[in-house]
């Protein structure tokens, strides 16, 4: 158990829909990174959060964006879905973007 | 940050040690090792991580080589939960929000 949980755990989608993801963060951590995990390979950075603000990006278009809440939790928006986003989604919460990283289980995103 | 090469997969039988090599011939002087696994379908874990000198904590041990080009990650009394994927990163401390991630080693622990 790390503290941090991420909703919902599995969804489906169409293409061209929306996605929010959700993500809490370990209790006294202030720094949120968001990584997409494709089925056989290792997890891909796409950006984290440190204090409210995008700390760094990943090679991923405009339509992935975030947001970090006063709180230090967190949201991945996909917009226009494409086929290849079907992936697992993960979570990791640090203490300062330099922290250890705290994985959730993740968030299986299937698109149809 | 430094690319690094691991085997596809291994088998260990439980109960005997588990030794997990990664080669970062590529490696800058500022750049930690890090390991990390993940059991299926569930995320990542943080194992133990360093930059020269060995290192050990309750669940694993790290050997770097001198000269900084491999690294060896030891699990010394390897059990079937011990079954993962076994990632190894090498990257600057700066950047550990940018961990770049290959394929890892498949670790099969067999009873």
């Known amino acids: 158990e790390t503290g941090v949980t991420q909703s919902p755990t599995h969804l489906i989608k169409t293409r061209g829909q929306q996605v929010t993801l959700r993500c809490s963060s370990q209790?006294?951590?202030?720094?949120v990174s968001w990584y997409q995990q494709a089925l056989g390979q290792g997890p891909q950075f796409i950006f984290q959060?440190?204090?409210?603000?995008?700390?760094g990006r990943g090679n991923f278009p405009p339509r992935f964006s975030g947001l970090q809440f006063p709180n230090y939790s967190s949201e991945l928006n996909v917009n226009a879905l494409e086929l290849d986003d079907s992936a697992l989604y993960l979570c990791?919460?640090?203490?300062?973007?330099?922290?250890?990283?705290?994985f959730g289980e993740g968030s299986r995103l299937t698109v149809l | 940050d430094a690319k690094t090469t691991q085997p596809t997969s291994m088998d260990c039988a439980e109960g005997r040690a588990a030794n997990l090599p990664c080669n970062h011939s590529?490696?800058?002087?500022?750049?930690?090792v890090y390991w990390y696994r993940q059991i299926h379908s569930q995320g990542p874990q943080y194992i133990i991580h360093?930059?020269?000198?060995?290192e050990t904590n309750e669940m694993a041990s790290l050997i770097i080589t001198e000269d900084r080009k491999s690294s060896t990650l030891i699990l010394p009394h390897a059990t079937l939960r011990d079954t993962a994927v076994y990632y190894c990163i090498a990257t600057n401390a700066g950047n550990n929000r940018k961990l770049i991630w290959g394929l890892g080693t498949s670790l099969a622990v067999n009873p």
């Open positions: 959060y440190y204090r409210e603000e995008e700390n």
């Open positions: 590529t490696i800058s002087g500022n750049e930690y």
């Open positions: 360093g930059l020269k000198n060995n």
């Open positions: 990791a919460s640090s203490l300062g973007p330099t922290g250890e990283l705290f």
């Open positions: 209790s006294g951590h202030n720094t």
